[in-house]
């Protein structure tokens, strides 16, 4: 056999080194396909994982013990009831505690507190948001164990509206106030939109978006027991967005805070200070609200 020379010899090795990097390189790639699709596969198991959760949290028995908190909102019986009845036609370990719980998570509906006068006299917002004590009867906002004596809950309109306005038949059934026809020869009467304040605000180029939204707001007293012993104070708003023949039954009227007693309050602004904020925000969104608070049309 011939000798090979030593050239010969580099070029074999150099292509031999070249396969090598070659293979490497095929097989990097597929390490990397590889790894990619185990991500793929991670993420797509994570997302099946959430919704087997939201499937769990929503099974036939959840919707169940929902459907039966919207029927203790109609016929307003016990907590202790409302458990009773849930154990006799669900296995799950549901409670009105639970139920509540995944409520608050699927709509986001979570209530503020504020801290309030424990005899009501003020809600420690505005300027008196940093008062340690009660300008009026001087009681400590505060117990020994620096927790608020007294809280006023405040559910959001905003959000409430929010949610109405994703669903598209109640989408459909706020636009009646712009489809309401005013019949001016007849000068009757129909609706609230066929008053002077209403069409005042048209003329100051108020209500143009068939999306705004025109509210009638009332606040008053009500006695809880027979005995007198405790009164609150309830804010009612009432959507005239919708036809009258549905805006005040009981599912579409909006309460979005309560004033407990035992006492009046005194400084009524205070307590209508996160609700005034909110309308703010809402204008400021070029949502125009109208309030009309104890007055004739």
């Known amino acids: ?19 090598t990097s070659e293979e490497d390189d095929v097989l990097d790639n597929e390490s990397y396909d590889i790894l ?11 997302e099946n994982d959430a919704m087997q959760v939201d499937e769990e949290r929503l099974n ?19 907590e202790a009831a409302y458990n009773d009845i849930i154990k ?11 139920v509540k719980k995944i409520l608050e998570e699927f709509t986001g509906l979570v209530p503020t507190f504020y801290d309030m006068c424990e005899n009501s006299c003020i809600c420690y917002t505005d300027t008196y948001e940093n008062y340690q004590s009660c300008p009026l009867c001087e009681s400590s906002r ?22 109405q306005y994703n669903n598209e038949a109640r989408a459909k059934e706020l636009l009646y106030r712009s ?8 000068n009757d009467f129909k609706d609230i939109f066929d008053g002077n304040i209403y069409k005042e605000l048209l003329e100051r180029n108020l209500f143009n978006d068939k999306r705004d939204v025109a509210f009638t707001v009332s606040c008053d007293g009500y006695q809880i027991f027979k005995q007198r012993t405790d009164d609150c104070w ?5 959507n005239n967005n919708l ?3 549905i805006r005040v039954k009981k599912e579409n009227l909006l309460i979005p805070f309560l004033i407990p007693g035992p006492k009046q309050p005194k400084d009524i602004n205070t307590f209508l200070r996160p609700f005034i904020n909110e309308m703010k925000e809402l204008e400021g969104k070029y949502f125009y609200i109208m309030y009309i608070i104890d007055k004739h049309i």
């Open 234 to 238: 309830a804010f009612l708003i009432i």
């Open 142 to 163: 505060y117990d020994s164990n620096n927790k608020s004596k007294k809280v006023m809950p405040y559910l959001s309109i905003k959000e409430r509206l929010k949610i």
């Open 1 to 19: 056999m011939d000798e090979v020379s030593e050239s010969e010899i580099n070029e074999i090795k150099s292509f031999e080194s070249e396969e």
């Open 179 to 186: 489809e309401c026809i005013n019949d001016d020869e007849n």
């Open 36 to 46: 990619n699709e185990s991500s793929s596969c991670d993420e797509e198991e994570e």
């Open 60 to 78: 036939k028995k959840v919707i169940e013990g929902l459907r039966l908190l919207h029927l203790k909102s109609v016929y307003n019986f016990t």
């Open 243 to 245: 036809d009258p023949l």
């Open 88 to 98: 006799l036609f669900a296995n799950e370990n549901l409670s009105l505690y639970k």
